[in-house]
């Protein structure tokens, strides 16, 4: 089994930074996706950035140009830089990974069990 941590939620103000990480473990032989989702009350989760194992990113359009994905391949981890925040980013942000698993094979699902963010206006 594969789990997932994320670290780095928090209150921020507007217009300021966070970092958030997210580390997988367990009978991990290779993670190719990790992304960062998040979910608002009220809301459907949506994709914020996923990133693949070499380097490819995707972003949600709401979150381009502020918002950077990166991964450590060698730590398992997921980073995601979160800049010039906004109130509406406020979220509980999830950590996902789609990867191979020693004891289950390929295309393996795996989430965290989210962080919360808050940022003041």
């Known amino acids: 089994q594969v789990q997932l941590v994320e670290s780095g939620g928090g209150l921020v103000q507007a217009g300021g930074p966070l970092r958030l990480s997210c580390a997988a473990s367990?009978?991990?032989?290779?993670?190719?996706?990790m992304g960062w989702y998040r979910q608002a009350p009220g809301k459907q989760r949506e994709l914020v950035a996923a990133t693949t194992r070499s380097g490819s990113t995707n972003y949600a359009e709401l979150v381009k140009g502020r918002f950077t994905i990166s991964r450590d391949n060698a730590k398992n981890t997921v980073y995601l830089q979160m800049n010039s925040l906004k109130p509406e980013d406020t979220a509980v942000y999830y950590c996902?990974?789609?990867?191979?698993?020693?004891?289950?094979?390929?295309?393996?699902?795996?989430w965290g069990q989210g962080t919360q963010v808050t940022v003041s206006s």
């Open positions: 367990g009978s991990i032989f290779r993670i190719d996706e």
């Open positions: 996902n990974a789609i990867l191979t698993d020693r004891l289950w094979g390929p295309l393996q699902s795996s």
